[in-house]
């Protein structure tokens, strides 16, 4: 009897291992979700965003700055004299204590109020003043002019 006890589950595992060498089966499609279409990114309004620090937060210093942007591209001016801004690109300044500046200016470089990321970088660590401050995340295009709707301000306090 012991015999026949072995014989059964030495037989099992290969009865189950000649059902795995038939011919495997056609994978069976899961449905896919439609992608959207070109246009609905296209029609999207773009935006830029602080995602650090929240609007009203407080903080200590130095703040750590953190943007985001959709629905256009971010990217670092390039290397040489721009002669015509590229469409649908630009990058990232940061208005420290200011408002957000007219669709169509040009955000002047070297002030000490507006910081530059024309590297494309979108975070960073500033020292700031304790007290109040406001900032005001505005993208420019390559030649550092505004772009419509694309800026966003916040309120923080540093701490002491």
């Not at 002047?108 to 401050?133: A, Q, R, Y």
């Not at 800026?151 to 306090?157: A, L, P, Y």
């Amino acid at each position: 009897m012991k015999f026949a006890r072995h014989v059964l589950v030495l037989a099992l595992p290969v009865a189950l291992m000649a059902g795995c060498t038939s011919a495997p089966e056609a994978p069976k499609e899961e449905p896919k979700a439609a992608a959207p279409a070109a246009s609905a990114t296209t029609t999207s309004t773009p935006r830029v965003f602080f995602i650090e620090p929240k609007d009203g937060a407080t903080v200590k210093s130095p703040v750590h700055l953190k943007f985001g942007i959709e629905n256009y591209q971010l990217s670092p001016v390039p290397a040489g004299e721009v002669t015509e801004a590229r469409p649908g690109m630009g990058h990232h300044h940061v208005g420290i204590d200011q408002d957000c500046l007219a669709p169509g200016t040009v955000i002047v470089k070297g002030t000490p109020s507006w910081v530059h990321f024309g590297d494309g970088k979108s975070e960073i660590d500033t020292v700031l003043t304790p007290g109040p401050h406001k900032l005001s995340l505005q993208l420019g295009d390559d030649k550092h002019t505004t772009q419509t709707g694309l800026c966003e301000t916040i309120h923080i306090t540093v701490e002491p």
